[in-house]
């Protein structure tokens, strides 16, 4: 935090966004840490897609990865530090993650094509709108399969072992144990875990 006038402490761009708060978007800092996360995100897209281990070090400075993650390109995000992958995890083509607030992904985790992960909100205020942003943040379970064109919106949570639909729209939260699918996403029926 930086101290102002007085006894009041001014947060930064940054701390706003990690909370959650309304921040300026175009704040140095922040612009210029979405430029190095976009600039990563660029040399994995065009790396040698023969070289799959060569290709995911390109991601591993940028993304909290755990043993066993393979991304195929391309891949988008914001910033890259708040989004936090488990162990074996597998996500299929065109993945776009806007990582504005924490992105936590489970263990044993499998993401179709075109998959995305917004964090990311805008207020519905016009003038408000015009220079803030904010977010909440995701957390997805242990064992979730996200079908093709799954969208998952700021502030979900998806439970442990279950499969969300292709082409689905996750605006709440989703309950451990269950399929669901549909926009809105909704539970279709419960997965009876051995």
């Not at 489970?106 to 942003?133: C, K, L, W, Y």
């Not at 502030?155 to 926009?183: L, M, R, Y």
């Amino acid at each position: 935090m930086v101290e102002s006038k007085g006894t009041e402490i001014k947060q930064t761009e940054k701390q706003k966004m990690l909370a959650g708060q309304p921040y300026k978007a175009w704040d140095d800092e922040l612009l210029a840490e979405r430029m190095r996360a976009k600039s990563v995100c660029h040399q994995f897209n065009l790396a040698e897609p023969t070289q799959l281990d060569a290709r995911m070090d390109h991601l591993r400075g940028l993304l909290d990865i755990q043993h066993c993650a393979h991304i195929e390109p391309n891949f988008f995000c914001d910033y890259g530090y708040n989004i936090h992958i488990g162990k074996q995890f597998y996500a299929n083509h065109n993945l776009t993650i806007l990582d504005v607030c924490s992105v936590s992904i489970g263990d044993n985790v499998m993401f179709g094509p075109h998959v995305m992960i917004s964090t990311a909100t805008h207020p519905i205020d016009p003038i408000a709108r015009q220079t803030t942003e904010y977010g909440a943040p995701i957390q997805i379970g242990n064992n979730v399969w996200l079908g093709g064109n799954v969208s998952v919106l700021p502030g979900v949570t998806i439970g442990d072992n279950c499969v969300i639909g292709a082409g689905s729209v996750v605006n709440k939260s989703i309950p451990a144990n269950c399929v669901a699918a549909g926009n809105p996403c909704k539970v279709i029926k419960p997965i009876n875990v051995a």
